[in-house]
């Protein structure tokens, strides 16, 4: 029911322009930025502020245990504005993910949100991921792999949907 709501309100709001976007571009790279940096410093108070306030409570259970378990890294590799206004906006995210000795290509999508004048994850959909096989590996766009079938996360048609109850 949550998801018809949103998807009626976003057809419904207007898109920016394509400078409007990119305009954007700055505020996204900071917030993206801000999240990786927190999360390789493994600083879970600063983390838990890069994402919008509902989903702050099972965020700090979750990336607790992680920081906890893994000495945790994050590197932005690239990312692209896919739609957005004032409000929210979607962007697309390479990413990898180091948790101790192994570390993973990531390809997601990002829902943000504006709070207050800053930009707050609301949602992430990994549409497709491969464990690195050599460090600093470049993310090669395609369908999901890894490089046994046990690495698998639990997903099903090649996405993974992270959000927050």
């Not at 900071?30 to 410093?41: G, K, Q, W, Y």
């Not at 000795?101 to 997601?108: C, E, K, P, T």
């Amino acid at each position: 029911m949550r998801f018809a709501g949103l998807s009626l309100v976003l057809v419904l709001v207007p898109n920016v322009g394509a400078a409007d976007l990119e305009s954007q571009r700055g505020d996204v790279r900071r917030c993206l930025e801000a999240t990786a940096a927190a999360a390789s410093s493994e600083n879970l108070d600063a983390y838990i502020e890069c994402f919008d306030p509902r989903l702050r409570s099972h965020i700090r259970k979750t990336a607790g245990l992680r920081f906890a378990q893994h000495d945790v890294g994050i590197s932005i590799e690239d990312f692209h504005v896919l739609s957005g206004d004032e409000a929210s906006c979607e962007v697309a995210v390479r990413y990898t993910l180091s948790l101790s000795d192994r570390s993973f290509d990531l390809l997601s999508v990002l829902t943000l949100k504006r709070v207050e004048s800053d930009w707050k994850i609301r949602r992430e959909t990994v549409r497709a991921w491969q464990e690195s096989t050599v460090a600093d590996s470049p993310f090669p766009y395609g369908g999901c792999s890894a490089s046994t079938a046990s690495s698998r996360p639990p997903c099903s048609s090649g996405s993974c949907s992270l959000t927050g109850r």
